[in-house]
């Protein structure tokens, strides 16, 4: 059973500070319940005092009112937002607050640019408000994908809808919507998702979808997430523990893997004409959305 804690918050965004082409990052929720084995964010229930993640979900009642006074704010720079970076702000608690309807709507009246990732559909709920934003600024919707294998995937991601409602969601977005379209796969599990059949019926998928940019990325096993994803190979998985148990000594795989990867998801991107730079589209719908501001100033 899941349980649901509704808490406040003081801010609705926190700055990033890794090497991301976006400054700001909103979690509608504190875990979250796709029950992914390799999630790198379970660090973030310590500060709750809470130790299951994947179980108990704090709901963050008041955000939206609070990304209202940050973008009301005469220093707020209309800078891009990340919706979700350590959950999924469309996990099944999404379906009962319906929080993120509110989040699109202070977008809207703000014409803020945002990105999110997903492994859920339930973001079309949301489709006539995506649709109103990508009108006015950029928005760019992802989602992640890594396995083509149903099975191998609801191991892994067990909370999270199929790859194929993921791509279907893709499809909507881009053929109906002036979004910037993603396929995040990531992150690349060793042995078991870094196969040449997984990454081609992949990345194919984008590409009959037409995505606008795919990125890849392996797996890294850092802090407890380290024991609980090799604690889950153990057992589902025995063929390849030892191999990763190696592999992940230092909590990221070796350069050399990491290198042969990257060249064979790029030589596959090249195949099927994907690009892998998911700023560049951000550069350029933002740099268009400021011409066309500055233009109306004058006229």
């Known amino acids: 059973m899941y349980e649901y804690n509704e808490i406040t918050c003081s801010s609705a965004c926190h700055k990033v500070k890794s090497g991301v082409p976006y400054k700001w990052d909103l979690n509608v929720y504190r875990g979250c ?41 005469k220093n707020w720079k209309g800078e891009p937002i990340n919706l979700g970076g350590v959950t999924d702000n469309y996990q099944p608690a999404e379906e009962k607050y319906k929080i993120m309807s509110d989040i699109w709507e202070v977008l809207i009246k703000h014409k803020n640019p945002c990105t999110i990732s997903t492994k859920s559909d339930l973001i ?58 993603g396929l995040h796969i990531m992150p690349v599990i060793p042995f078991l998702m870094d196969t040449d059949e997984n990454l081609d019926e992949l990345f194919l998928s984008g590409k009959n979808v037409n995505v606008d940019y795919a990125i890849l990325q392996a797996l890294n096993l850092r802090g407890e997430t380290k024991n609980v994803f090799l604690s889950f190979i153990r057992e589902k998985y025995p063929r390849i523990y030892n191999k990763l148990c190696l592999m992940y000594r230092n909590g990221y795989a070796d350069g050399a893997y990491r290198e042969a990867l990257y060249v064979k998801a790029a030589d596959i991107m090249k195949k099927y004409n994907i690009s892998n730079d998911y700023s560049l589209f951000m550069e350029k719908r933002l740099e268009a959305k400021n011409n066309y501001e500055q233009i109306s100033l004058f006229e």
């Not at 973030?44 to 009112?65: C, L, P, Q, R």
């Not at 083509?148 to 999270?160: H, L, Q, S, Y």
């Open 124 to 181: 079309l709920r949301d489709f006539d408000l995506i649709k109103r934003l990508a009108d006015v600024t950029y928005v760019s919707i992802a989602a992640t994908i890594t396995c083509a294998d149903e099975k191998i995937r609801m191991d892994i991601e067990p909370g999270g809808v199929s790859s194929e409602r993921r791509f279907e969601m893709l499809r909507i977005f881009k053929e109906n919507t002036n979004s910037v379209i």
């Open 33 to 73: 319940e796709h029950g992914c084995k390799y999630c790198f964010a379970l660090y973030t229930h310590k500060y709750m005092k809470s130790n299951d993640f994947f179980k108990e979900i704090y709901v963050k009642k008041n955000i939206a009112g609070q990304l209202d006074k940050l973008l009301s704010s």
